[in-house]
């Protein structure tokens, strides 16, 4: 019975998570159940899991919780508490599904802990990659990826030389403007940009994939979690998004994997990859899908595509950097102070302003990240 902490229990990814448990009760128990806000999900999380621990990241969520969990569930408060639970010898497995960079310190424990980690949380990569797999080799963690693009990559990169790999070309369904003219994007909303036409996601990473910035954070993430240079990560837009990823070899062959748009098979496959588990998603019926199409992506609609090989060549601060300014950016965008496009503008402007220099330590993570939070409020204020 492998026991589990489901770090941002209460998002999509987290409740997802939830029912492939709930599908194979002798094989998973709830070990803790971490959120931040949401007390009525995390509650009804908690009856249909009975953890022994539940986590409100904010203390005021965690006071409406008093008296209202099941027997024998306790209720913990605060961060530190996150961090202590995924680290705790009675955890097995994390599944690692804090949206931002916060969910990385508690991630992080669970690594170096040496903890077997799904994860879906891209900013622990993209801010500290290479802290982040050190202490994953060091402790023997099981880092397995749980975006549907970095599963599939993983899946087809089994019992493959990783040396004859000439390339990974990670899918992009292209979001709700992929067919919309350039110009008529700095008209867009925010409802707009959260409307994704395949997955349900939050309003953050729904933007996110508006923008393709999902898809720059996806393959500073593949950098690492594959160690691959620049030359070898790309991108293709596939509005179906039944194919996730390819990798190609130096013999012409490409392999790919294929699934109904649905988190819960590449969150299963992180959870128990052999014998494969059923997950509740829909057979792919090829026949009934028809025709699959691929295009290039164009950099006038997406912009976001034209910075991702200089952050990727360059060293850890122009990733954090980007990360920290695109949130404050999509941020921003979701309160009305900036247009749609000024999201991918902001972000390359804070980059115009930082030095590339890597990051030894988490402080050095969260110094990099705190100046270009600074750097991108001035930039929007201007």
Same mark, same amino acid.
């Given at each position: 019975?492998?026991?589990?902490?489901?770090?941002?229990?209460?998002?999509?990814?987290?409740?997802?998570?939830?029912?492939?448990?709930?599908?194979?009760?002798?094989?998973?128990?709830?070990?803790?159940?971490?959120?931040?806000?949401?007390?009525?999900?995390?509650?009804?999380?908690?009856?249909?899991?009975?953890?022994?621990?539940?986590?409100?990241?904010?203390?005021?969520?965690?006071?409406?919780?008093?008296?209202?969990?099941?027997?024998?569930?306790?209720? @913990?408060?605060?961060?530190?508490?996150?961090?202590?639970?995924?680290?705790?010898?009675?955890?097995?497995?994390? =599944?690692?599904?804090?949206?931002?960079?916060?969910?990385?310190?508690?991630?992080?424990?669970?690594?170096?802990?040496?903890?077997?980690?799904?994860?879906?949380?891209?900013?622990?990569?993209?801010?500290?990659?290479?802290?982040?797999?050190?202490?994953?080799?060091?402790?023997?963690?099981?880092?397995?990826?749980?975006?549907?693009?970095?599963?599939?990559?993983?899946?087809?990169?089994?019992?493959?030389?990783?040396?004859?790999?000439?390339?990974?070309?990670?899918?992009?369904?292209?979001?709700?403007?992929?067919?919309?003219?350039?110009?008529?994007?700095?008209?867009?909303?925010?409802?707009?940009?959260?409307?994704?036409?395949?997955?349900?996601?939050?309003?953050?990473?729904?933007?996110?994939?508006?923008?393709?910035?999902?898809?720059?954070?996806?393959?500073?993430?593949?950098?690492?979690?594959?160690?691959?240079? @620049?030359?070898?990560?790309?991108?293709?837009?596939?509005?179906?998004?039944?194919?996730?990823?390819?990798?190609?070899?130096?013999?012409?062959?490409?392999?790919?994997?294929?699934?109904?748009?649905?988190?819960?098979?590449?969150?299963?496959?992180?959870?128990?990859?052999?014998?494969?588990?059923?997950?509740?998603?829909?057979?792919?019926?090829?026949?009934?899908?028809?025709?699959?199409?691929?295009?290039?992506?164009?950099?006038?609609?997406?912009?976001? =595509?034209?910075?991702?090989?200089?952050?990727?060549?360059?060293?850890?601060?122009?990733?954090?950097?980007?990360? @920290?300014?695109?949130?404050?950016?999509?941020?921003?965008?979701?309160?009305?102070?900036?247009?749609?496009?000024?999201?991918?503008?902001?972000?390359?402007?804070?980059?115009?302003?930082?030095?590339?220099?890597?990051?030894?330590?988490?402080?050095?993570?969260?110094?990099?990240?705190?100046?270009?939070?600074?750097?991108?409020?001035?930039?929007?204020?201007?």
């Amino acid at each position: 019975m492998l026991r589990v902490t489901i770090l941002g229990a209460t998002g999509s990814i987290g409740c997802s998570t939830a029912d492939v448990m709930l599908r194979h009760p002798d094989k998973f128990t709830a070990h803790a159940l971490v959120g931040h806000r949401n007390s009525g999900k995390m509650l009804q999380l908690a009856r249909q899991l009975q953890p022994a621990w539940v986590v409100m990241t904010d203390e005021r969520a965690a006071a409406e919780l008093k008296g209202q969990l099941p027997a024998g569930t306790r209720l @913990a408060s605060g961060m530190d508490a996150a961090i202590d639970l995924a680290g705790d010898t009675d955890t097995d497995m994390v =599944m690692a599904a804090m949206v931002g960079s916060a969910g990385l310190p508690a991630t992080l424990a669970a690594v170096r802990a040496g903890k077997r980690v799904g994860l879906a949380n891209k900013e622990c990569l993209v801010t500290a990659g290479c802290i982040f797999m050190a202490a994953a080799e060091a402790s023997g963690a099981d880092v397995v990826p749980v975006d549907s693009e970095h599963a599939a990559v993983h899946q087809c990169l089994q019992g493959h030389d990783r040396d004859s790999v000439k390339q990974v070309i990670l899918t992009a369904s292209g979001g709700p403007f992929r067919d919309r003219d350039p110009a008529s994007l700095h008209a867009v909303t925010p409802a707009q940009a959260v409307a994704h036409p395949n997955w349900d996601m939050g309003a953050k990473i729904s933007i996110d994939s508006a923008t393709m910035m999902n898809k720059v954070l996806e393959l500073i993430e593949a950098r690492w979690l594959f160690d691959l240079p @620049a030359e070898k990560l790309s991108a293709i837009i596939h509005p179906e998004s039944i194919v996730h990823a390819m990798v190609e070899y130096q013999d012409g062959s490409a392999l790919a994997q294929l699934a109904m748009p649905d988190m819960r098979m590449p969150i299963a496959y992180a959870m128990q990859a052999e014998p494969r588990l059923d997950t509740g998603i829909s057979w792919l019926d090829l026949a009934k899908t028809g025709t699959l199409h691929f295009h290039a992506v164009d950099h006038l609609r997406f912009p976001a =595509m034209a910075l991702v090989q200089q952050v990727l060549r360059g060293e850890d601060s122009l990733a954090i950097t980007l990360n @920290a300014a695109n949130e404050v950016a999509n941020a921003a965008f979701r309160a009305g102070r900036i247009g749609f496009m000024q999201i991918v503008a902001t972000v390359e402007q804070v980059l115009a302003r930082v030095d590339d220099r890597p990051a030894a330590t988490l402080d050095d993570v969260w110094q990099i990240d705190e100046h270009a939070r600074i750097l991108a409020e001035e930039v929007i204020g201007a």
